[in-house]
């Protein structure tokens, strides 16, 4: 399987979406080119000087509003339709759908390390099955990193100290290309991963056997309940929807919450780990501000982890 | 210098030939001569940073390293990037031209600081040094300079930004004195709207160069300052933030871009109607758009930074605000296509590249929607068709503009004219040159290849070939046009003091023209596109 | 001035507005140097409201007013110079000139034993945000008052020398309201640093 020939044509129905916003943009813009640059070539061909003849212009015209008129309404025109195209394929790319697997990876110079729920590790490859929604949750170790797909047509980088996401459900299966697209030094061009997509039922098949394998390793959320018991976070946080000294964990993942200062926010990935680390910045309304900062006692593994733990609390 | 070339035994004593010895140049107060100096020093980095740019493509010709390791490529694309944006693009027409040029076109003796311009050159010459300084530990982060990355390399970083940050002092004087020079110093009779269209861009430029310089001075101290003291602003360990930085470059290199391109356009403005024998078309509507893309140039740099981990939210903003620049960008080309209608068009050299301009710039210009709209940036950002997108609009647009101002030119700062026959080779190698080289990077960016790489999958390596080759016919041409420059400067025949037929001010006086510009200050009571009408 | 002679303008009042001109677009661009670090500040401090707080305790309130009273002093003695030149008492421009570089040197020493303090409790520039954000601003704020000490000096030689009148004091109307926006920075620093916690 790995030794496949590398794709690129559109590898997903969002891949190939966006290919058609590119061939709409292609199309508003060859028409521009061709007529400024074919009346432009008409012009000097058939108003230039030639020797002999008067060396004045036939004409002085210096405005024509209802000309301007039009040059200015149709690629206004234009460029509203290219953005509105644009930002609603984009809506898709950002969009994750309910129930799609989620793959921690962490760039780091220069390779990407990534992790299946069950708490696996792999250097380099990952592999996903036909027709399953598949969220990459990015971060980086070290410096700035980019994560891009070129045959899905994604892309996004990879920020120390925030999580950023791409996702992707890939319509065939092989081996496509992974790329740093973020300048992160010596080995910059060197970083290349592979994603192989997986037949869904050999997929499983080899999913089962690789944990099986790897059975001493912990699952990511059972990871995350360890480091939890550890730092003592149940005793103000409760899993089983009790309302302690803290809110509890319990249905809080992807839930709004109402903050002390009025405003609404999603608990997703970035706001549990910005809480773990610095408690300060928000408070949630109802609840007294004391919860200590976990900086520098907890791991930047160990946070995701934690993640993991919170996110099966349903 | 210059002055030691040029015999001018006849005639009344100009601008070089009034004083001699190198410290009537380097203590001088003339805006003309402190353009010249600038003008020296930013085209041999000009041809510095095309030297680093061909070992960038000679390094490209194969997929594994086979001239260079990673790390000295990645120095070489740093450098030729870090010389061309500093130390040519953004500082050449405004610093060298307009400087030789303004006071010239609006019928000033000098301009309104002439002291404060010899400082500018003098900070500027600092800087350079300081530049130079830094190649003992070359940079190398990019000319972007992401941190963290650029706070933890162990390469001459703060010594870089030091040198910029000079740098960018002299481009804020420069600025504040055009400014002041345009408000005041216009001769009797030369209203705003009889101002020549240069004029226009160079203000629109140095509005944007006073706004938003400091602010990437400021970041740069910071980010010096984190080197140094270990502050930790844009550090996400020490709990700063890495895209905090990435907004504050983009803040001012975005509306950068467009200190690179007005200029560029106002030279294009100049020229078409002159070799068109015809007055300017939409002269408001052009003037205008220059203040507006300096105004919407400030709303748009996050659109550098769909894929950096911004909110969604700011993603929408900046990619609708992105569109709102290609409006005006539009209604310039237009008008000048416009005001070729039924002109009585001569293909001189500047002519010809001011055609190139239009012609290189709208690929350029429309390639920008791709990266523009959400969708399409995603993929294609930072790949190769970034960079082709930003060299159809930096040497497609601005060096083509460039040069166009140089050819045209040419004759009234040096007296001598140029040999059209040498240029117009010059002019079909570089043309050949640079679509052969980038147009391609297009198509290789599409198929995704990502940018700053020093290897590649081999699947890549045909069209590398053939950029890496345009690159060398591009550099053929280009040494070709120098040779004519320098060649000219004692062989060229001697030049009138108006040998392209224009009405501007600089045209009406000697050329080169004397220390003081004008004998009498000129009363102005037209616009400077008053070209008469044949009827037929 | 004889930057104006060779432009053919030599109308002092022509000169004072071009100069004017001049000095109120590079405070634009003074104004976005420090808009950038007050950005910083602001990104901060939203962020770490708690760090702020408790950070914004060891700065030294009494020196920090000292300095606040100093500097208003300093604008007041240019002020008056200015207001005397211009009926063209050089005396009075001399001794406010000398009145504001003592206010302007005093400003500095007391920011040093302000910085001395710090260091003293092992409070640097990397020790966490607040301080880092404490110390940039402050000593970008006092290069900046080197600088306007600098342009006030020179304008004290040329004083001395005569070269100002009722006519012609250009230089000092200019540094004037260079000083004048420098200590208006200072105005937004010391409560934005010092007192909001």
Redesign the interface.
Known sequence: MSSAP?A?GAASHVAS??DN??IF??V??AF??VA??G??IY??IR???RKG????????????RI??GI??GV??IA??A??F??????ED??TVPKGAEEINVTARQWLYQFQYPDGRKSINEVRVPVGQAVEFNLTSA???H?F?L??F?????A????Y?YVWLRASDPGSY?I????????????M?AKLIVMPPARYRQWYRQETAKAEKVLPLADKGKAVVQRLGCLACHSTDGTVKVGPTWKNLYESRVLLENGKTVIADDNYIRTKIL?P??TTVKGFP?VMPTFKGIIKDDEITAVIAYIKTLK | MINGLIMNETSEPNYLTETRGLSSWIFTLDHKRIGIMYLCIILFFFLVGGVFGLLVRLELLKPNNWLMS??TY?EMFTLHGVIMIFLFVIPVIPSALGNFFIPLLIGARDVAFPRLNLFSVWLFGAGVLVVIASFSHPI???W?F?T??SA??AAAVTILVGGIFLMGMSTILTALNFIVTIHRLRAPGMTWHRLPLFIWSMYATSIINVIATPVVGMTFMLLMAERLFGIGFFD??K?G???LFQHFFWFYSHPAVYVMILPAMGIISEIIPVF????????R?IAYSSMAIAFSGFLVWGHHMF???MS?AA??FF??FT?SV??PT??K??NW??T????????DTPMIYA?TF??SF??GG??G??L????????L???YFVVAHFHYTMMGGTVMGLFAGLHYWYPKMTGRMLNEKVAKLAWALIFVGFFVTFFNMFILG???M????????P?FQTQHIISTVGSWILAAGIVIMFYNFIRCLKKGEKAPPNPW?AKTLEWQVPSPPPTGNFTEIPVITDWP?S?????? | MSEREKGGHENPVFVLETSKLGIWTFLATELLLFGALFTVYTVFR??????FYAQHLKLNRVMGFANTVVLICSSLSVAVGIAGIRRGNVKALKIALVVTLILGAAFLVIKGFEYREHFERGEFPGTNIFFSLYYVMTAIHALHVVAGMSALAYCLIRTMRGDFSADYAVPVEVSGIYWHFVDLVWIYLFPMLYLMG
């Open positions: 590398t690129f979406e966006v916003v590119f943009i292609l508003i813009t521009f080119f400024t640059q009346t432009l012009f000097v108003y230039r000087h003849r008067p060396d004045v212009a036939t004409s002085s015209v210096i405005t024509n000309l301007e040059w200015i690629p206004s460029v509203a290219i953005f195209y644009g930002y609603t394929v984009w790319i950002r070290d410096v700035l980019g891009y070129p045959a047509r994604i892309k996004q980088d920020v120390p100290g925030r950023t290309d790329f740093c697209t973020q300048y992160c030094g010596v080995g910059h061009s060197q290349r610095n300060a910045a501000k | 990673n790390q990645n190398d982060t990019g972007t992401y963290p990355y933890r390399t996400p360990a709990g933030d890495p895209l068109s024998r015809k007055p300017i078309f939409g002269y509507a894929v950096a981990g969604n993603d929408i990619s609708f569109f290609a409006v539009g209604i080309v237009f296509i416009a070729m209608y039924k002109g009585s068009i001569h293909l055609l239009i012609f709208v690929i429309l390639t929607p791709f523009g709209a959400l969708a399409t940036d995603v993929p950002h930072d790949t599409f198929r995704g990502p940018r700053r790489w020093a290897t590649y999958p699947r037929g596109y070209y008469p009408k044949r009827d037929e | 939203i962020k770490y409201p708690e760090l």
